[in-house]
């Protein structure tokens, strides 16, 4: 197995910490994002939309997250990431969906470097952009975990899940953009229950051998 990753990309941060919560080796390869590793024609070949993280597991060679966790369970499904039932399977991937598919991809690296390089906006701006479109999607996912009966100490129950996978690295950078995160106490809790977890403190990104 070889995992393409960057030690800051909350994407492969997802991944990081699935192939732990599996016990799973990846020999990982870095690719500086800042350095325009992924953007170099050896790094495109395996990965044409130049992001990170790529995943390689013999003859398999997948991109996008949430497509390698989904292999990854079905492939070496103990523990699971995904509930067994149709009903608690969906819930977790409406949850994972929230950060995969509204937060992230607005507030993703290449999107604010587009803000400023190309449409020239400014600092100040552009923090404004991604703390809206975060706060908007914290606040959809609290109200999708608060008071719910499915909700354990987890997303999903009292075990990980995917959902998880997706929130944890999602707090994390609402950290780092001093983010307010006291209006989402249910997703705060459910985040410091993870990183009590070695799956989860062992793929956090000061843990990684490229981390400053």
């Known amino acids: ?33 800042p350095g325009g590793g992924q953007r170099n024609a050896a790094y495109l070949a395996l990965n044409p939309q130049g992001l990170v993280p790529t ?12 497509a390698i966790l989904e292999y990854l369970d079905e492939v070496y ?16 991937r409406q949850l994972a969906q929230v950060v995969a598919c509204d937060i992230h991809p607005v507030d993703n690296l290449k999107v604010l470097n587009f803000l400023t390089n190309q449409m020239g906006v400014s600092d100040d701006a552009r923090l404004t ?59 705060v809790a459910i985040d410091a229950a993870c990183n009590e977890l070695a799956a989860f403190k062992d793929a956090a990104p000061e843990a990684q051998t490229d981390a400053p």
């Open 55 to 66: 995943f390689i597991d013999g003859e398999v060679h997948l991109t996008q997250s949430m």
């Open 129 to 187: 952009w991604y703390r809206h479109w975060v706060d908007e999607g914290l606040t959809g996912l609290e109200g999708l975990v608060a008071g719910y009966r499915d909700t354990g100490c987890f997303c999903h129950g009292d075990l990980p899940s995917l959902a998880d996978l997706c929130l944890v690295p999602q707090l994390y950078n609402a950290r780092r953009f001093d983010i307010d995160l006291s209006p989402y106490p249910t997703l």
């Open 77 to 92: 499904p103990d523990p699971a990431l995904l509930p067994n039932d149709p009903a608690g399977r969906a819930r977790v």
């Open 1 to 33: 197995m070889k995992l393409y990753t960057y030690w800051r990309s909350s994407a492969a941060y997802r991944v990081r910490i699935g192939l732990n919560f599996k016990g799973l080796e990846a020999e990982q390869i870095v690719v500086s994002l």
